[in-house]
């Protein structure tokens, strides 16, 4: 079968790190073009300014991955609706639920297929843990996510605007995993949200969830942007049955009982597109808000401390 060919929008970090070479080495998919306010390429295929002009002068190109900051994302993936296009795009998927939901309901209108990519889910070790938690039910959860905004996101001012998340922006990816893995509906509690004096969004965060479950698990997350030389995106859960797992390295490690169980290396991107490739086979959209809605009520409950100013 032909692959399909798809264009890429914001050729920015995660676009050059992962979308464009995952394509380039899909068995499903055709990098068709770039759209880049910048002018960036990729591969020699045609690069356009905005998106209005690649869907005017390529017509027959009936996907694209939406690469840009979540602030634009809303007005993008209605233009490419609008335009008939499918729209695979990357998290957190919008500013606000409101906008969310409007995406959801506005390409079920319209029949476009819509892909939200959560990356962090797509690992053996998430799945794994998965099932013994359900097995086995959650006594006590703690999510560590500390990572250095200077390497992840070098310059991006945007994720120091309002709508830009703060630490939030990889903090959703720890709320991906952790509400695909836990076996009943979680709701924050409390949250203390730490905001430099100089910014609009946190650097630290420290959130208390609740749940549905009548033995009340201690369910506790903590995410910081400063961290240098200690970098960690671990859950640690022990189980009601006492076993004691660990998700670490964003979700590609399991150990359990302290064995490690499943150590896969990351291909996440590799199997999100073979995930569109299978929704765009069955014309299935897959769009779950869950971890931003969670994402949404810590912004709504927690309580603001104002801590040092940011400079890169
Ligand atoms: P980035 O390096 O700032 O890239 C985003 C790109 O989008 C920019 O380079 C720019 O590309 C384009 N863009 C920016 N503002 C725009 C606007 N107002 N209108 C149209 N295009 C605009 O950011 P990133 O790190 O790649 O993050 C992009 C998204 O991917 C975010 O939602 C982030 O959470 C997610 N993500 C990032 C990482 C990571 O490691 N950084 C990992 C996973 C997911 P052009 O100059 O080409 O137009």
Redesign the pocket.
């Known amino acids: 079968m032909a692959k399909h060919k798809i264009a890429v929008?914001?050729?920015?970090?995660?676009?050059?790190?992962?979308h464009l070479p995952v394509i380039d080495k899909s068995p499903d998919f055709e990098l068709a073009a770039?759209?880049?306010?910048?002018?960036?390429g990729h591969g020699g295929v045609p690069v356009f300014?905005?998106p209005a002009e690649l869907y005017k002068a390529m017509p027959d190109v009936q996907l694209v991955a939406m690469?840009?900051?979540?602030?634009?994302?809303h007005a993008?993936v209605r233009e490419a609706i609008d335009a008939g296009k499918d729209v695979l795009l990357?998290?957190?998927p919008t500013t606000t639920i409101t906008e969310f939901e409007d995406l959801v309901s506005y390409g079920e209108k319209k029949g476009a297929l819509l892909f939200q990519t959560w990356?962090s889910r797509y690992n053996a070790a998430v799945e794994a843990a998965r099932l013994i938690l359900k097995d086995e039910g959650v006594a006590e959860l703690r999510i560590d996510w500390r990572e250095s905004v200077r390497k992840?996101?070098p310059n991006?001012d945007?994720?120091w605007e309002p709508g830009g998340?703060g630490v939030c922006?990889?903090g959703?990816?720890a709320m991906s995993i952790f509400t695909e893995i836990m076996p009943y509906p979680v709701f924050v509690e409390k949250a203390v949200l730490r905001v430099p004096a100089n910014r609009q969004t946190p650097v630290d965060v420290d959130i208390v969830f609740k749940s549905t479950a009548k033995h009340k698990p201690r369910l506790t997350a903590g995410f910081n942007w400063l961290e240098e030389t200690g970098e960690i995106w671990t859950i640690a859960v022990e189980t009601r049955k006492g076993t004691k797992l660990k998700l670490e390295k964003g979700g590609t490690v399991l150990k359990v009982d302290g064995q490690t169980t499943v150590a896969n290396p990351s291909e996440e991107y590799e199997a999100i597109y073979e995930r569109f490739a299978k929704l765009l086979k069955k014309r299935k959209s897959e769009m779950d808000g869950t971890p931003l809605r969670l994402m949404g009520d810590v912004f709504f409950l927690g309580a603001r401390e104002t801590v040092e100013p940011f400079t890169w």
């Open positions: 929008i914001g050729i920015g970090k995660i676009a050059q790190d992962q770039c759209v880049s306010t910048r002018g960036l300014k905005t690469c840009t900051p979540p602030n634009v994302r993008m990357e998290k957190p990356h992840w996101h991006q945007w994720v998340y922006d990889p959703i990816n």
